[in-house]
């Protein structure tokens, strides 16, 4: 659809009327797609955002561009930045936003079909929603294994390793001739995403909602989860920017607003605000 045009239908949806369908009980499958932003108000930059986004600020790694941060053939010949950036970002500093706490009330609330992550911080997690409610599609910290002969390794080894100051690179002694990374299981570029991260594609063929919070969609295949949602159910963006084609379909609403601020103001019009906030403060 030619947005320079006058679209030929009013779109006839808004975030009131989102809010109502979640009320009225109809809506009980609800897909939920996020990326980084929605961990930038826990203290962890995101990566694309001008100032604060963290490849504007991996410049006191010299790298050859900032990707390189996260990319496998970089990462073997030179893995100091990566280490370096793991020291800063390894889970457990951080606290949850509201907006994880949100889609843990989803979860609560029975409607929360499946939560695609790209963040590798496992704040979803430690905001109480289950392993099988989550698809870490660029897995996370919560396991690491040698890059060469795959032996995995204890949470506690690796994490001495980075969070040494300074940090001491893990090696592989599985055997004296492998001498391997250890590297946690978050997906690298140049690296193929989990198995569960395609099986879990027919899970979109059958939703009522799906919402798209704190992503660039500038990553594939993440970013053509929204794609695949079937027409007919609504797609709600909240993000600070309009990313992707969502916006293209009649029942598309886009809200562009801080994520935090904006899950308080669906959850009061839906009439969930109070618990969104007591979840919140015991997570
Ligand atoms: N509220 C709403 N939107 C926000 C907020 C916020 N508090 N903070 C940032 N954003 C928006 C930004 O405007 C941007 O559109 O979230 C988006 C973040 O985009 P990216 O920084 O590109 O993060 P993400 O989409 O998760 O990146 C995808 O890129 O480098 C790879 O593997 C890495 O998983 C990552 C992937």
Known sequence: IDESIEPLYLKRRDLKSIAEYIASGECQKV?????AGISTSAGIPDFRSPDTGLYANLKRLDLPEPEAVFDITYFRTNPLPFYTLAHDLYPGKYRPT???????????????KMCWTQNIDTLERAA????????????????????????PYPDDWIKQHILANPV???????????NGLVKPDIVFFGEPLPAEFSSSMEQLDDVDLAIVMG??????????????????????????????????????????????EAVKILCKE????????????DT
């Open 31 to 35: 897909a939920v797609m996020v990326g």
């Open 128 to 151: 109480g929603v289950p392993g099988e409610k989550l698809v870490e599609a660029h897995g996370s910290f919560a396991s690491q294994r040698c890059i060469e002969c795959k032996a």
């Open 270 to 281: 839906i009439g969930w605000l109070d618990e969104l906030e007591k979840l919140w403060a």
């Open 98 to 112: 509201i907006t994880h706490s949100f889609i843990h009330l989803l979860h609560k609330k029975g409607i929360l």
């Open 215 to 260: 992503t660039s969609l500038m990553v594939y295949p993440f970013a053509g989860l929204p794609t695949r949602v079937p027409h007919g159910p609504p797609r709600l963006l909240i993000n600070n920017e309009k990313v992707g084609e969502i916006g293209s379909r009649r029942d598309d609403v886009i809200f562009l607003k801080e994520c935090d």
């Open 168 to 178: 001491e690179i893990p090696t592989c002694k599985d055997t004296p001739e492998c």
